[in-house]
């Protein structure tokens, strides 16, 4: 299916690994303008935005920056708006998440608002700036898509509300900006992945082969579907939303965890 998003123009933030190289991937496939937004390892991301043009895209663009931070969003959407002359769509995907467990007795306030400030206050910081864009060059077609979690509607282990809280905000941020935003003709909605293939699992994969499929095996066991995410499945329905196809799709939360809430 032609989604219409060839030559339109989209930042993803934290494009370069995991959930975000699948959603650059599937917007290269439909041949759009792709803006790979990533914090650290240049090489890497370079090398990841042109591999993109093989996939299909248009143009690629590769942006360093923590969106987490005021200047850093700015400058990013600035080199999005330099090289193309407008953006269409963002993704917002940059996050932080904690491989150990926090309780909440232990927990600082430092790293609570460290969490917070990067799952939650950059998606408000992109988000500004692309609502701010859309009013400066006067008309609509836009469209916002924010990266959230399972987390965001159920909990999950002990020791992680800090997380919890940031993801759960984020979809409150993402359905109140929806209802704000669409008289502007600027389309939100929200993905909620579950267990996504990253390249922390990768690395656990390539360490003890067999100690990884024994708990793949049980978190496998877990989703109706049988398998946990790649990430070019949250890239697809993505696309998907960005399109003029999803156009009655207005502060939707899309649960994308094989059935895990089920």
């Known amino acids: 299916m032609d989604l219409g998003l060839k030559g339109k123009t989209v930042i993803v933030t934290g494009g370069s690994k995991g959930i975000g190289s699948g959603i650059c991937t599937a917007f290269a496939e439909e041949g759009a303008n792709v803006v790979v937004n990533y914090r650290s390892d240049a090489a890497g991301a370079e090398a990841f935005a042109q591999s993109l043009m093989e996939k299909g895209a248009s143009a690629v663009l590769a942006v360093r920056g923590d969106v987490s931070r005021e200047e850093d969003a700015h400058s990013v959407f600035e080199a999005a708006l330099n090289r193309f002359g407008a953006v269409d769509v963002l993704v917002n995907n940059a996050g932080m998440v904690q491989e150990a467990t926090v309780e909440i007795k232990d927990m600082t306030l430092e790293y609570y608002e460290t969490m917070v400030r990067n799952n939650t206050s950059s998606m408000f910081l992109m988000c500004r700036e692309m609502v701010r864009h859309v009013l400066a060059r006067g008309y609509g077609g836009a469209h916002i898509i924010n990266v959230l979690s399972k987390a965001s509607i159920s909990s999950t282990s002990p020791g992680q509300t800090h997380y919890v809280t940031s993801k759960a905000g984020g979809m409150g941020f993402t359905k109140s900006l929806a209802a704000e935003v669409t008289k502007y003709g600027i ?18 994969e390539k360490r003890d082969p067999e100690a990884y499929a024994k708990r793949m095996e049980v978190v496998n066991r877990r989703s109706p579907i049988g398998r946990i995410a790649m990430p070019i499945d949250m ?28």
Request: charged share 15%; aromatic share 8%.
């Open 187 to 204: 389309h939100v909605n929200g993905i909620l992945p579950g267990f996504v293939k990253n390249q922390f699992q990768e690395a656990e």
């Open 235 to 262: 890239g697809y329905m993505c696309a998907m939303l960005a399109s003029e196809k999803s156009a009655f799709c207005i502060g939707a939360m899309v649960d994308l965890t094989g059935g895990r809430l089920l």
